[in-house]
C-alpha cells in the first residue's frame, strides 16, 4: 500500500460496537466540527444532523426505523446520527453530504472511535418520528462508538467481522492514467 495516512489505512467499519462505552457530548461535537468543515459546493453545508446518544429518545427513534437485520448490531453503538439534506434547491446536496460524513469519519477514526453508514432506512418513519420538516430528506444513519468484541454479535455476523478487508485495485477503478500513477 501506498505511504496512505493511518486515520484512512486502519478505518474500518464494524458492527461490534462496544456497548457499554458512552461517547461524550464533547466527542460528538468534535465529529459535528469535523462535519461542519467539509468543503461543499458555494460553501451551502446542505447536511443536517439529528443526534442520537444510546438510551435517549432520538437514538430510539432513529435505531426503530432501520431494518431489524441492523437493529441487532446498531443498538450497540455509542451515538446514532440520522444525516439528512435538503430535497430542493441544492443540486449537490447528496454528494456535499458524503463530503461530510467523511469528515466526520475520519475525525472518529482520529479520536480512536468507529463509524458504520447504513442506507436502507425508512426515510418516511425517521422524518415523521424525528418531526423533521418537510424539505429535507433523510439520508443515511451513522453509527459510531468503540470497538466491541466481534464475538458478541450474532452467528450470521462474526464472520464479517472477523474476515480480511478487500479492496478492489486501484487499476479496476481509474478510467484512465498518465504516468504519474504507473
Known amino acids: 500500500m501506498t505511504d496512505l495516512t493511518p486515520l484512512l489505512a486502519f478505518r474500518w467499519s464494524p458492527r461490534a460496537f ?3 462505552a458512552e461517547l461524550t457530548r464533547a466527542e460528538a461535537a468534535t465529529l459535528l466540527e469535523a462535519a461542519r468543515w467539509a468543503p461543499s459546493v458555494d460553501n451551502g453545508q446542505p ?7 444510546r438510551d435517549d429518545d432520538t437514538f430510539k427513534r432513529i435505531l426503530v426505523n432501520l431494518p431489524p437485520g441492523e437493529q441487532r ?22 454528494y456535499d453530504l458524503g463530503q461530510a460524513v467523511a469528515h466526520l469519519t475520519v475525525q472518529a477514526t482520529a ?26 430528506r433523510p439520508y443515511v444513519v451513522v453509527a459510531v462508538g468503540k470497538l466491541g468484541d ?18 478492489r485495485p ?13
Open 111 to 136: 479520536l480512536g472511535l468507529y463509524v458504520r453508514q447504513l442506507t436502507d432506512l425508512d426515510r418516511a418513519g425517521l422524518a415523521t418520528d424525528l418531526d423533521l420538516a418537510d424539505d429535507l
Open 47 to 53: 447536511w443536517r444532523f439529528a443526534v442520537g446518544h
Open 73 to 94: 448490531w446498531a443498538g450497540r453503538a455509542s451515538l446514532l446520527l440520522l444525516v439528512a439534506h435538503p430535497r430542493t434547491g441544492h443540486p449537490m446536496a447528496a
Open 18 to 20: 462496544d456497548p457499554y
Open 150 to 167: 466481534p464475538l458478541s454479535l450474532p452467528a450470521d455476523l462474526v464472520p464479517h467481522e472477523t474476515g480480511l478487508r478487500h479492496r
Open 170 to 182: 486501484l487499476g479496476e477503478m481509474v478510467l484512465t492514467c498518465d504516468d504519474a500513477l504507473r
